[in-house]
């Protein structure tokens, strides 16, 4: 069975600064990998997805994502935070085409300081 | 646009009533969800339909019914066998025969009972 940890359910950054979060995964076969975003009272929109085409995935609203497969690792980046990034994040995992099987971590929230 | 609408935002009830949420999709895609989003927890998976006219329960189903008696439209039932009810409700959906589909969200139910 598949699961996923986020490291810190909640990160403080300033304006400008790099956004890091964290995001590890376990999986007995090779897992397509998900990361969306929440912002207050809304639904999930998608970030980015691994889909193993490129390690390196682009994403919208200028943030990117690292699949490391010997870290089992799929964190999220974005090189200068802007006020608008504060949401809630979540990293999510499944090994095949079915939503059902779909595993969420359970979320940070990115705070951005001014 | 397509998309998926939830309906309502926000809906009190007393406790021992049954409560119908709402959830329609104009996507054209095979598969809907319901999830319950606790603070912290994550998302946690109620039911699931890849098709008309069948659904099969997920992780925590007691307490919540379901129907798909369309494709565009999957009512979540939440009784009075429910516990717990106070949460927020994500509907989503997915092209299940679409590679590497990820899930689209609605905009989500918060349910306060009292």
């Known amino acids: 069975a598949q699961s996923v940890t986020q490291l810190g359910s909640h990160v403080s950054v300033s304006e400008g600064a790099l956004v890091l979060l964290r995001c590890n995964y376990s999986?007995?076969?090779?897992?397509?990998l998900f990361w969306y975003v929440q912002y207050p009272n809304q639904g999930l929109q998608l970030l980015l997805k691994?889909?193993?085409?490129?390690?390196l995935v682009k994403g919208i609203n200028g943030f990117e994502a690292e699949f490391k497969k010997s870290e089992t690792s799929f964190h999220l980046t974005k090189p200068s935070a802007h006020m608008s990034d504060a949401a809630e994040y979540f990293c999510?995992?499944?090994?095949?085409?079915?939503?059902?099987?779909?595993?969420f971590g359970p979320g940070t929230r990115l705070s951005v300081l001014p | 646009d397509g998309g998926i609408t939830q309906s309502p935002k926000y809906l009190f009830r007393k406790e021992g009533q049954n409560v119908t949420l709402s959830c329609e999709q104009n996507l054209n895609h095979d598969a809907m969800y319901w999830y319950r989003q606790d603070p912290g927890q994550g998302l946690r998976l109620i039911y699931y339909?890849?098709?008309?006219?069948?659904?099969q329960k997920g992780d925590i189903a007691e307490g919540y019914s379901v129907s798909r008696e369309k494709k565009e439209s999957f009512p979540l039932t939440v009784t009075s066998a429910q516990k717990n009810p106070t949460a927020f409700y994500l509907c989503a959906s997915s092209g299940s025969a679409t590679y590497n589909s990820p899930l689209h969200f609605g905009n989500g139910t918060r349910l306060t009972v009292t």
């Open positions: 691994y889909t193993s085409a490129a390690t």
């Open positions: 999986s007995s076969v090779p897992p397509y």
């Open positions: 339909s890849q098709i008309v006219n069948d659904f």
């Open positions: 999510a995992v499944t090994i095949d085409n079915y939503g059902q099987n779909f595993v």
